[in-house]
């Protein structure tokens, strides 16, 4: 079975506080691919970065930053510094399967609020 | 470049009405997919499309079909609807491990 679970369903923290999102995935697939996706108050869904198993390296943009360990099957998101604007809500989600079967696989969200 | 465009953006049905929702690419992406947002439930697959002409569930399909005549437009029916479908809805597209969404539409059904 294919699942992802993000088990903060809310999390609340002061502007300027580093904050990390939690995703746990499971696949039986060796071959797979990770997404970070953004959705703020104004609904649509913002792309953040894709991670393929074969690549364990964490990733830095900016503030943002992941962490991929394969060995506890999570991807990470944290957001360092964190400001008002950040404030939405942030899906993890998995990309298993081969060919036509190939699907993304969601996981609930959490939802961010930053406050000033 | 307009990317993943869905028509319309809001609508309200009553109950027993039906509607389609359109959704266009231009992107000429073979893989095309119909979700739909609730509160607490993330999103969830309706159905999808790999190509021109073709159709497959997804993993909430009852109450819904599609249809994907044109490469390019990827349509979602509610012959009936039901309180149970007010819901966003969120097409998108995709080629390889490239997705482009929509920006969606909230339906409600009173």
């Known amino acids: 079975a294919q699942k992802v679970t993000q088990a903060q369903t809310e999390i609340s923290v002061v502007e300027k506080e580093d904050v990390t999102l939690d995703c746990v995935y499971e696949?039986?697939?060796?071959?797979?691919?990770l997404f970070w996706y953004k959705q703020p108050p104004s609904g649509e869904l913002v792309f953040l970065i894709r991670?393929?198993?074969?690549d364990e390296q964490n990733e830095i943009s900016g503030r943002y930053s992941w962490n991929f360990q394969k060995s506890t099957s999570s991807f990470n998101f944290t957001i360092t510094a964190s400001q008002v604007v950040d404030s939405a809500v942030y899906f993890c989600?998995?990309?298993?399967?081969?060919?036509?079967?190939?699907?993304?696989?969601w996981g609930l969200g959490t939802s961010l609020a930053v406050n000033p | 470049n307009a990317g993943v465009t869905q028509t319309p953006k809001f609508r309200v049905l009553k109950t027993g009405q039906s509607m389609t929702l359109l959704c266009a690419q231009d992107?000429?992406?073979?893989?095309m997919y119909w979700y739909r947002q609730d509160p607490g439930m993330g999103l969830r697959l309706i159905h999808y499309?790999?190509?021109?002409?073709?159709?497959a569930k997804g993993e909430v399909p009852d109450g819904y079909n599609v249809s994907r005549l044109k490469k390019q437009n990827f349509l979602l029916g509610l012959e009936s609807a039901a309180p149970s479908q007010t819901s966003v809805y969120f097409c998108?597209?995709?080629?390889?491990?490239?997705?482009?969404f929509g920006s969606g539409t909230r339906l409600t059904v009173v």
């Open positions: 998108a597209s995709g080629q390889g491990l490239s997705y482009t």
């Open positions: 992107m000429n992406h073979e893989y």
């Open positions: 499309s790999v190509g021109e002409g073709t159709t």
């Open positions: 696949t039986r697939d060796t071959t797979y691919y």
């Open positions: 991670r393929n198993s074969f």
């Open positions: 989600a998995l990309s298993a399967g081969a060919g036509n079967n190939r699907k993304l696989i």
